[in-house]
């Protein structure tokens, strides 16, 4: 039997199938049961203030492209393939979206769909994702792998939280389009080795805005997917950008992003800077973004993500290698260790740090 989805208003598109029929406040309906939603019947359910309603998850566009779309011969499960290589394959798929619009060509929102629900097929291989967002990466390419991590972090985050599913589903696009607006910046500028002039900053801020102009002509794109590329800048504190927003004025999704973003370009090599490792990085967002990220959403994360570096292999500022036993909440950059047969609290341990993780 066909599961029934609640979902919002400004999350319909096109193409969804309701799954019951829907009145106004006077009794009369305004669209029947089992009705293809289209463009008209979406804005008559807004100009009437529907807030939710109940849609066929058959229906739902991750459904769609692979039961519809997907030819016979090719409608394999995108679980069944190996993580990292469906991970690759995203990664590509991404990089040529981005091409296509650095060279002024236009792209259909079904591109973009087919890599998010590639990643959303991931949902529960949250090992394999934490694995690979912190593997090394090649640094001429890291706005490619950055907007895939991005996506996949954010999901999590979303599923840390225990948002609807659709809510998860929207987040993996915005993950996924957060920094597409780099791609009408030059090339030469996003791999820039070195700090960049206050000039080029300024261009280079301006991605967020190119990313929202971009992603809000997608036709059928949720508007919450725009605006969290929009905002996934700003600041709690207002010391964001492109509005400085305070913290209350900030959506949701964007705060994700501004999450799973922090943390993802402060793992990764880039043209001007060496990766830090998962534990400093805890470390700086515990207790250096305060104020600046949003502390419900970065505690969620961190506590979450933390615990999947049990059992991992790290190697010590002393040259020691060491492996992860405990994760201590009050300081997770700051783990108990094994060593050479004693444990170690690197909370309390003086003169010893993780340099990296093996």
């Known amino acids: ?31 029947w049961e089992n009705t293809k939603l289209d463009d008209s019947s ?38 069944e393939i190996p993580f990292t290589e469906a991970y ?15 060279t002024g060509k236009t792209v259909s929102l079904n591109k973009t769909i087919e890599i998010a629900n590639s990643v959303y097929s991931r949902k529960n291989d949250n090992r394999e994702i934490i694995n690979c967002v912190t593997q090394i990466r090649k640094v001429d390419e890291y706005t ?13 985050i979303g599923k840390w939280m225990k ?52 992603v809000k002509n997608l036709k059928g794109i949720d508007e919450r997917v725009s605006e ?19 913290g ?11 999450v799973a973003d922090t943390f993802d370009a402060m793992t990764a090599n880039r043209t001007f800077k060496l990766k830090k490792s998962p534990f400093n990085v805890f470390d700086m967002m515990q207790f250096g973004c305060f104020g600046y990220l949003d502390p419900v959403i970065m505690d969620v994360f961190l506590a979450n993500i933390s615990h999947y570096y049990i059992g991992y292999k790290v190697k010590l500022s002393d040259g020691r290698i060491a492996e992860v036993v405990y994760i201590n909440r009050q ?8 060593v050479d047969g004693a444990f170690i609290d690197i909370s309390v341990a003086k003169n010893i740090s993780i340099e990296e993780v093996l």
């Open 331 to 338: 300081q997770y950059g700051k783990p108990v260790l094994k």
């Open 228 to 246: 969290a590329v929009y905002y996934h800048h700003e600041r709690e504190d207002g010391s964001g950008y492109p509005l400085g927003l305070p």
């Open 144 to 156: 490619y792998y950055h907007c895939v991590n991005v996506s996949l972090l954010s999901m999590l």
């Open 42 to 79: 979406i804005h008559r359910l807004k100009d009437f203030r529907i807030e939710n309603i109940q849609i066929f998850e058959s229906s739902l566009p991750y459904k769609q492209l692979k039961e519809d779309r997907m030819p016979a011969k090719e409608a394999v499960r995108a679980e």
């Open 163 to 214: 948002l609807a599913s659709d809510d998860i589903y929207m987040l993996v696009q915005a993950g996924l389009l957060h920094d597409i607006g780099k791609s009408l910046i030059s090339t030469e500028l996003i791999n820039k080795p070195g700090k960049l002039t206050d000039e080029e900053f300024l261009m280079m801020k301006k991605h967020s805005e190119y990313g929202y102009y971009l």
């Open 88 to 102: 690759e394959k995203d990664t590509d798929a991404f990089k040529s979206i981005l091409y296509d619009l650095s």
């Open 248 to 258: 209350a004025e900030i959506s949701q999704f964007a705060k994700i992003l501004g």
């Open 1 to 31: 039997m066909d599961k029934k989805i609640n979902v919002s208003i400004g999350a319909c598109l096109p193409g969804m199938v309701t799954a019951e029929t829907i009145f106004n406040n006077y009794g009369a309906v305004i669209v």
